[in-house]
């Protein structure tokens, strides 16, 4: 907070600064005999000046981590600026630059508006502030306004830096391939503890391991699609150790053929893969001395399947129809399929012969996909107001924003050079795992990363506002003058009592006795009474006066603080 030097203590006439409280000034000229000594010798005017309790600020209340701000009424085009001033020296308040101009939302020329000062709350305890309406140049505040301030126990938000520690990238697969995922540098703490957390119905954990700091995972893919395999290191009933995460593309391979031949296909060629079936249909008439017989074809691409089957034309004994065999592609490589039509037993040679010529390319074999090993993303603890901030590499591709949860609230994605910088803020106590994915141009998931996040318990800093109600106008006196502060007190009833805090600077001002205590203007019980504080002016200068409303136990919250300038002629 800026201070202002010389205004507790001695200050001639000059410019001091004043913020908002309540004061309402009457002069009347009475007789005073206060209970000091007058040094003047026939001092006769009194400005009384009287505080009414309703219009004095009271106490904010804050915690450590909250921002206070307060708002004064303002006019630039008079010259006057506010500044403030912390009264007790306490390190509970910190001002974040000076009080800000908020200008008039009317278009008139010279139309007043706002000045707003703004402080973080950095301890418990208790503070009190003052604010003066300083002049452009010399001369006494055009006004003052004091705040106590008491701030409990909080958190002050931090921002942490969850870091890059791996990207993973995509793992490319099919329904029925195993993937072989690998970890290092895994917990041994939690060995035995690693879940999956995302990643289902695609992926299905089989198994895995520990050895040596490396944890290793099986995974069967069951269903097609782009999925993200999120998984946890999170021992029973512990926050998670670290996580991990990896995109995965799994496709359908092609599904198995059956190819059909006939008569037509005498002397024809087809491709088929390994998996697929051929059905051979030829016409025959097993009733005759004349069949159809196949000879051997290349055992390692194809292979007979059971026994040809006759399906007759009619119902005919003897009747003529059609001959199915089956083959089955076992492997890849070529080889013909040759059927002679001959006499059984064979007399002589074929009457014809039909012949295929098969190339067969590899089919769907199952395999085993390894990602490449990568390390885990330790977890972060934070507290409610928290910033998480993540670096990773724009290289990668365009990142998501992760989906905001209760626990975090995630911001867009913003590139910084050569990094992409995600903002997570804490909000709400939970544990929270969020996840990111690099797409390329073609929407193509590249890298994919994730870390645990545990919010522990606590409350959202806020922001207090303090604003202004009614400002204390400057006292007026020449050297002299007596002059009372009339201010609203009820101590018979609540214990709380008003002080004068402030040194009153040697030779301008000087408090002229013991304060006095005014009777209720009703007789209700417990109705508030007021009591008078009587001061001489003494020689012309500036003199500030704070008074705070203390409460019976000590330490206590005070009530409330009043504070106004003296300027002495």
Same mark, same amino acid.
């Given at each position: ?23 309402? /000034? ?72 000076? @009080? ?21 709350? *950095? ?68 060995? +035995? ?32 699609? !782009? ?36 008569? +037509? ?52 004994? @003897? ?61 972060? +603890? ?15 591709? *365009? ?30 106590? /939970? ?33 207090? +506002? ?22 609203? !007190? ?80």
């Amino acid at each position: 907070m800026s201070r202002k030097i010389g205004v507790i203590g001695a200050i001639a006439a000059a410019a001091l600064l004043a913020l908002s409280v309540s004061a309402c /000034g009457e002069t009347a000229t009475t007789d005073t005999s206060g209970g000091g000594a007058s040094p003047s010798p026939s001092p006769t005017a009194v400005s009384v000046t009287q505080v009414a309790e309703a219009t004095l600020p009271q106490v904010v209340h804050a915690r450590v981590g909250d921002t206070l701000k307060v708002r004064l009424n303002s006019n630039a085009s008079t010259g006057y600026s506010w500044v403030s001033q912390d009264l007790n020296d306490a390190a509970v308040l910190k001002q974040v630059g000076d @009080g800000e101009v908020i200008a008039s939302k009317s278009t008139l020329a010279g139309a007043p508006g706002k000045t707003e000062f703004t402080f973080e709350v *950095t301890e418990e305890g208790i503070d009190e502030v003052g604010f003066w309406y300083q002049p452009p140049g010399s001369g006494p505040p055009g006004a003052t306004w004091a705040l106590v301030v008491k701030a409990k126990a909080g958190h002050i938000p931090v921002e942490v830096d969850a870091g890059e520690e791996y990207t993973a990238e995509t793992a490319e697969m099919r329904t029925g391939d195993n993937l072989v995922v690998t970890i290092k540098k895994a917990s041994n703490a939690g060995r +035995h503890s690693w879940k999956m957390v995302a990643g289902s119905p695609q992926l299905k954990l089989l198994g895995q391991k520990y050895s040596g700091g490396t944890q290793i995972m099986t995974f069967a893919g069951t269903a097609a699609g !782009s999925t993200t395999l999120v998984l946890v290191n999170r021992p029973t009933g512990d926050p998670p150790l670290q996580t991990f995460a990896l995109p995965v593309a799994l496709k359908t391979p092609a599904a198995p053929v059956t190819h059909q031949l006939n008569k +037509h296909s005498d002397q024809q060629s087809i491709l088929v893969k390994a998996g697929d079936t051929i059905q051979v249909s030829l016409m025959d008439q097993p009733s005759t001395a004349f069949q159809w017989k196949f000879q051997k074809p290349n055992a390692k691409v194809l292979k007979q399947v059971g026994k040809p089957e006759f399906f007759p034309n009619n119902d005919s004994m @003897g009747s003529k129809g059609k001959m199915v065999w089956t083959f089955s592609v076992v492997g890849a490589g070529k080889t013909p399929l040759i059927a002679d039509y001959q006499e059984v037993p064979a007399q002589a040679m074929p009457v014809k012969t039909w012949q295929v010529n098969v190339a067969a390319k590899p089919g769907f074999t199952p395999k085993t996909v390894a990602a490449a090993p990568s390390d885990p993303a330790d977890s972060v +603890h934070v507290l409610p107001g928290d910033t998480i901030k993540l670096k990773l590499a724009a290289s990668a591709g *365009t990142w998501s924003k992760p989906v905001s949860t209760k626990q975090l609230v995630a911001s867009k994605p913003v590139k910084q050079g050569k990094n992409v910088v995600l903002a997570f803020t804490a909000k709400n106590h /939970g544990v929270v795992t969020p996840v990111t994915i690099a797409t390329t141009g073609g929407g193509y998931p590249g890298q994919a990363y994730a870390f645990s996040a545990t919010v522990g318990k606590g409350k959202l800093p806020v922001v207090v +506002h303090a604003a202004e109600r009614k400002v204390a106008k400057p006292i007026e006196v020449k050297a002299g003058d007596l002059f009372d502060i009339a201010i609203e !007190s009820n101590t018979a009833s609540t214990g709380y009592q008003w002080s004068v805090q402030s040194t009153i600077p040697d030779g301008v001002v000087e408090q002229a006795g013991d304060p006095t205590s005014e009777a209720p203007t009703t007789d209700m019980p417990g109705a508030p009474g007021a009591t008078v504080f009587h001061f001489k002016a003494l020689a012309a200068g500036s003199a500030q006066l704070v008074l705070i409303e203390q409460p019976p136990a000590e330490g206590g919250t005070p009530g409330a603080i009043y504070m106004i300038m003296v300027s002495v002629e």
